[in-house]
Nanobody
Framework: EVQLVESGGGLVQAGGSLRLSCAASGFTFDDYAIGWFRQAPGKEREGVSCISSSDGSTYYAESVKGRFTISRDYAKNTVYLQMNSLKPEDTAVYYC??????????????????????WGKGTLVTVSS
């Protein structure tokens, strides 16, 4: 059974940092891209970042470029999202997800939540002003 478990959310002041973790199990971690998404109250779920499996290439939404960094630890089957210079508009529930297809390259297509198949339950990030 595919499982994705997010952790690391919390309350932080604007300008602060958090590191989210996504622990994966139940599938061959090395073969699958992992994406981070977020959903703020009253808004649609949006793609934040993604890391490919084959070459580790990455994708970032324009709104987080230069502030967020995605990485993966193959030994721990975990993907991280380092979030710096946080803004109140980053407040959301953050989810990690993976498609049911091996070897995909991250990009605009996999920044669409509809194209991901497995999801974690999310972790709440609140950025106060």
């Amino acid at each position: 059974e595919v499982q994705l478990v997010e952790s690391g959310g919390g309350l932080v002041q604007a300008g602060g940092s958090l590191r989210l973790s996504c622990a994966a199990s139940g599938f061959t971690f090395d073969d699958y891209a992992i994406g981070w998404f977020r959903q703020a109250p009253g808004k649609e779920r949006e793609g934040v970042s993604c890391i490919s499996s084959s070459d580790g290439s990455t994708y970032y939404a324009e709104s987080v470029k230069g502030r967020f960094t995605i990485s993966r630890d193959y030994a721990k089957n975990t993907v991280y999202l380092q979030m710096n210079s946080l803004k109140p508009e980053d407040t959301a529930v953050y989810y990690c997800a993976t498609p049911d297809e091996t070897g995909v390259m991250c990009g605009v297509y996999y920044s669409d939540a509809a194209n991901m198949d497995y999801w974690g339950k999310g972790t709440l990030v609140t950025v106060s002003s």
